[in-house]
Every structure is written in structure tokens, then in C-alpha cells.
């Protein structure tokens, strides 16, 4: 509730309006794969704000919060790699570039430009997705791939083999107007 909390306080700083709608479980999937061994791991609990006016968008994704089939798997992540204490979450703001008009059932082709910030370090990203309106219920989805060095995520060499360097992301949200 808190992540929905800054999310909003953060998009209705640039405009109050009746078009704000929220998520509050967007669900993020991982996937790496490598020579040794696939890697994968699933969350329901981001969360996401967007303002349909001004076609601002914000994510917060919480990093602990990503289940993996194997118990270890999930420390090394956390521990060893993201370092889930210092960053706990990775976030995405910015602005649907194609305007959008709520009020009409359809499928639309969408590109968001915007800084995503993953292990504290922020880049200007650009990713694909699609936005749905079926009976008043806007959803978005999208598949885009972050690479570990462009956000110091190291690799330690032992394990070269059994991590990408790049990690595949899925993004699916469904969002409900936002209520006072």
C-alpha cells in the first residue's frame, strides 16, 4: 500500500485529474537463460499508477517479493546480485507517447518512454507494450530485457555460465480507477 501511496503522490504532483487509475497487482516474471541452467521468477505485488490524460505511468516493483522454484536461487538473488536490503525496489516513470482514449473498447499498439531505475541505477528506456480496454477495464502489458551491466548487477565469474547477461522481463497490469 505504500509503493500505490508514492506512486500517486508522485503522478498527481504533475495533474489531478478523474482519469487516474491503479494497480495493485501487476504481476513482473524474470527469465534468464544460460547454458547450465534457465533461470525464473514471478511476482504479484507491483504496483502501478496511470493518469489516462496526460498518459503518465509509474511502476514500483518490490525486489524481495519475487518467488523462485529454488529456495537458493531466491537468496542469491537478493543477496548476491540485487542487493534487495540496499535497493529494495526498481521503479519505472514516464509517459505513454500514443494517445489513448479510455472510453473505447480496443487494442492499442503502446510505447512508454521513461527512466527505469533497477540496483539505484537509473536509464532512459523506451519499451513496447500493448494497452487493452475491454468494458472499462484497462489492462497493459509488455516484454522488454534489461541488461545486468547496464545497472551494475554484477556476475561473478564462477557463475558466468549459469546467469545471462541479459534478463527477459514480463509486465502484465490490470488497473481500476482510482478512488479518494
Not at 89 to 97: C, P
Amino acid at each position: 500500500m505504500k509503493l500505490i501511496s508514492i506512486l500517486l503522490a508522485w503522478i498527481t504532483v504533475f495533474q489531478t485529474g478523474q482519469d487516474i487509475y491503479v494497480c495493485k497487482t501487476a504481476k513482473v516474471s524474470l527469465f534468464s537463460s544460460a547454458p547450465v541452467e534457465d533461470i525464473s521468477a514471478t511476482l504479484t505485488k507491483g504496483a502501478s499508477v496511470f493518469n489516462a490524460s496526460t498518459g503518465e505511468l509509474a511502476f514500483s516493483v518490490p525486489i524481495r517479493s519475487f518467488e523462485f522454484p529454488k529456495s537458493l536461487m531466491q537468496e542469491h538473488f537478493n543477496t548476491e546480485y540485487m542487493d534487495s536490503d540496499k535497493f529494495p525496489t526498481a521503479t519505472f516513470k514516464g509517459k505513454i507517447n500514443e494517445h489513448v482514449d479510455v472510453t473505447k473498447d480496443g487494442t492499442t499498439t503502446i510505447t512508454a518512454t521513461g527512466d527505469l531505475t533497477v540496483h539505484g541505477v537509473t536509464k532512459p528506456r523506451t519499451v513496447t507494450g500493448g494497452l487493452v480496454v475491454n468494458g472499462g477495464v484497462i489492462s497493459m502489458t509488455s516484454t522488454f530485457t534489461v541488461k545486468c551491466a547496464d545497472h551494475n548487477i554484477t556476475i561473478p565469474t564462477i557463475v558466468f555460465h549459469n546467469i545471462a547477461e541479459t534478463i527477459k522481463m514480463d509486465v502484465s497490469a490490470t488497473y481500476s480507477p482510482y478512488k479518494k
